[in-house]
Every structure is written in structure tokens, then in C-alpha cells.
């Protein structure tokens, strides 16, 4: 499969990730109903699944492996990091101050993992 149409497909899911995390969150947070629609609760995850498909056929057709790339260490480090404080967002939090609290972290994670996707740092910024 063609790198530049992997990558717009992992660009395009990164996007609607973000999305549908800040909709559930709002939705978290005003305690709506809606987060329990099943559309809400199958669709985040076929867009997830696309993403890493996305992700690891690049690094696949790239030719590229994590451990000799430390920026894309820092990624997948990153993900699991997003992955734990979004479930404690999303579902896990006992309160919702502790699950607002891990919202803004996800969101301050997810920013990180962009940043060093775009510089191909682990510290973005740094040269």
C-alpha cells in the first residue's frame, strides 16, 4: 500500500480520535445520556483500530522499527499513556473532578504525541 495514503488515513483518524474523545468528554462532563449510545460506544474504537492499522502498515512500508527510532518509543509510550488517563476520563474515574483532571491529560498527552510526530523529537522543541 502507498506511504502518502497511509499516512492521510492515519492523519484523518487522528482527527476524528480527537473528536470523539473531546465530544465524550463534554458528554462526560455535563453527564449526558448520549455516552452510553452504542454508536458512541463502537464507533471510537473501529476509528482506533483504522489508526494503528494505519500506523503500524507506515512503519511496516517504511521500513522504520521503534526501537531504533526513540521519537517513535516516545509515540507508542505516549499512546499507552493517552489509553490509561482516557479510560479514567471516559469510564474508570470515580469522580468526576478525578475524570475531568485525567481528561486534561489526555488532552495535554495527546499534544505531546502530535508534537512529536511533527518533529521527530522525544522532546519537541529541542534540537
Known sequence: MDYAILRDLHIGTILATLI???LRGFWMMTDSPRLKD?????V???????LLFAAIAMLFVAGL??????????KIIG??????LGTIALKRGKTRSVR???LIAALGVFAYIVAVAMTKQVIPGMT
Open 65 to 74: 522499527n521503534p526501537i531504533d527510532q526513540p521519537w517513535l518509543m516516545a
Open 44 to 50: 471510537p474504537h473501529v476509528n482506533d483500530s483504522l
Open 79 to 84: 499512546l499507552l499513556a493517552y489509553i490509561s
Open 20 to 22: 470523539l474523545f473531546l
Open 38 to 42: 452504542r454508536w458512541v460506544r463502537v
Open 100 to 102: 475531568v483532571k485525567a
